[in-house]
């Protein structure tokens, strides 16, 4: 059975991310969904409530979790081997080139699979979303009804 992890902050999960994960599931027999929980990096929502809005808008054939520490480490704990990353721009990809060396240093055996993203997605981040939803500017087209209601709460109570 082929497995991968697709991998990310999901703070918020945009519709871009949901594109990615629909490729990814036409390849894949197993997609997990790893929510990293990285201490340096400021998120708007907590893992858990990244964790829960991700159920909400995806079908429950996917499994979605929070890791901490490294990816490469969660992927091997659950004898995962295959790391799938979003491409959106040419400007993605010196970052993603790096981690993607990075972790196969770390490990050998894991490999990153690359999808591209629709092109209608392809200026979508959910720094983005979250920028617009603080100045109440329509992200309906960008994120599912429940994740634009949990911005609406979060950036209304501060
Ligand atoms: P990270 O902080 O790990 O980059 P993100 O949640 O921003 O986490 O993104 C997770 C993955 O999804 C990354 O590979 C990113 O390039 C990809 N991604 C983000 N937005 C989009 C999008 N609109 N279309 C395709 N891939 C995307």
Do not use: C
């Amino acid at each position: 059975m082929s497995k991968a992890i697709y991998a990310g902050s999901f703070d918020p999960i945009t519709n871009g991310h949901i594109d990615i994960v629909k490729r990814a599931q036409k390849l894949f027999d197993e997609v997990t969904i790893g929510v990293i929980q990285n201490p340096d990096k400021k998120s708007l929502f907590t893992v858990d409530e990244r964790i829960k809005l991700i159920q909400e808008v995806l079908p429950s054939d996917i499994s979605v979790e929070g890791f901490e520490g490294l990816l490469v480490e969660y992927a091997r704990n659950k004898n995962v081997y295959t790391i799938i990353r979003g491409l959106r721009a040419v400007s993605d990809f010196d970052f993603e080139f790096q981690m993607a060396l990075t972790n196969r240093n770390l490990d050998p055996k894991i490999d990153t699979v690359f999808l591209m993203t629709d092109v209608k997605y392809s200026y979508l981040s959910s720094s983005i979303v979250k920028q617009l939803a603080g100045l109440n500017a329509n992200v309906s087209d960008l994120v599912q009804a429940p994740v634009e209601k949990a911005l609406k709460e979060k950036l209304s109570n501060g």
